[in-house]
């Protein structure tokens, strides 16, 4: 099973460009790459996802490299209501026929005034 | 559409009592999930349903039960709480396995 590892902690400015890198060395190429946040103990929000395309949305983009073993989630202008912790997560399929997630420990971002 | 909701929000049990948390989701997903989350740590996997009327093991599916027998509800059980089963409880639904859509969770302390 694929899993990830990411910084423990991270601090980014407001209104700056948050740049959240994750390695998924062992991921498969079947296995998508999801990125989800928590914000205090919130249920975890999705946020995006991706195979090995680019991807963007209204909340962030994801840069996946070429070889697939490592990923980004960008958030452009950061704000202050983005503090909270990143999980990058591996989907792989399970051998009952559904998609599992493997939550790590993620990245705690704060967001300074 | 609420999405994904969890009753109760919260939960205080003496050890031996028992349980249940209510899940339910209004978006016609067909898959549904219990997840427990402890301290400092991501969330894992107790069990899981892919359909109404069918549930599977996850990864810590120890002293809980499940059960769908309606599409948009899943019940999580606890027979006989314990100290170690103090945690908070997260429900989530996806379609057909994709993407998961979480509750808000339940807070759970076993005396």
């Known amino acids: 099973d694929a899993k990830t590892t990411q910084p423990t902690s991270m601090d980014c400015a407001e209104g700056r460009a948050a740049n959240l890198p994750c390695n998924h060395s062992?991921?498969?190429?079947?296995?998508?790459v999801y990125w989800y946040r928590q914000i205090h103990s919130q249920g975890p929000q999705y946020i995006i996802h991706?195979?090995?395309n680019n991807e963007t949305n209204e909340m962030a983009s994801l840069i996946i490299t070429e070889d697939r073993k490592s990923s980004t989630l960008i958030l452009p202008h950061a704000t202050l209501r983005d503090t909270a912790v990143y999980y990058c997560i591996v989907r792989f399929p399970s051998t009952s026929g559904t998609y599992k997630y493997i939550f790590g420990t993620g990245t705690r971002l704060k967001v300074l005034a | 559409n609420a999405g994904v909701t969890q009753t109760p929000k919260f939960r205080v049990l003496k050890t031996g009592q028992s349980m249940t948390l209510l899940c339910a989701q209004d978006m016609n997903h067909e898959y549904m999930y219990w997840y427990r989350q402890d301290p400092g740590m991501g969330l894992r996997l107790i069990h899981y349903s892919v359909g109404e009327g069918t549930t599977a093991k996850g990864e810590v599916p120890d002293g809980y039960n499940v059960s769908r027998l309606k599409k948009q509800n899943f019940l999580l059980g606890l027979e006989s709480a314990a100290p170690s089963q103090t945690s908070v409880y997260f429900c989530a639904s996806s379609y057909w396995g994709d993407t998961q859509y979480f509750g808000p969770g339940t807070r759970l302390t076993v005396l």
């Open positions: 991706g195979l090995k």
């Open positions: 062992t991921i498969s190429g079947n296995e998508y």
